[in-house]
């Protein structure tokens, strides 16, 4: 099994910048696409910035140009910086872990973003 810790978020008005990170520990030999999902309430859950291990990034149209992901392949751990935030960033966001074929095969537990003034 693979467990995955984030942390990073809170409330940040319009404008302004957070960092999210997920460390991956557990059976994590075998994972080489990490990344975050969100969640507002009322929405489906979608898929906002994937990263792998080979270094290809994908994201969301609506957060390109403003959030990066990066991966620490030594630690395990992959970042989210979200820059030029809305308030329509508002959301839990949950990073994942999983292989090529099976890109999620584990979730975090979350981690509230609140962008208002």
């Known amino acids: 099994q693979v467990q995955l810790v984030e942390s990073g978020g809170g409330l940040v008005q319009p404008g302004g910048s957070l960092r999210l990170s997920c460390a991956a520990s557990g059976s994590i030999y075998s994972i080489n696409v990490m990344g975050w999902y969100r969640q507002a309430p009322g929405k489906q859950r979608e898929l906002v910035a994937r990263?792998?291990?080979?270094?290809?990034?994908t994201y969301a149209d609506s957060v390109k140009g403003r959030f990066t992901i990066s991966r620490d392949n030594a630690k395990n751990t992959v970042y989210l910086q979200m820059n030029s935030l809305k308030p329509e960033d508002t959301a839990v966001y949950y990073c994942?872990?999983?292989?090529?074929?099976?890109?999620?095969?584990?979730w975090g537990l979350g981690t509230q973003v609140t962008v208002s003034s």
């Open positions: 990263a792998t291990s080979g270094g290809t990034t």
């Open positions: 994942h872990a999983g292989t090529y074929a099976y890109p999620i095969i584990s």
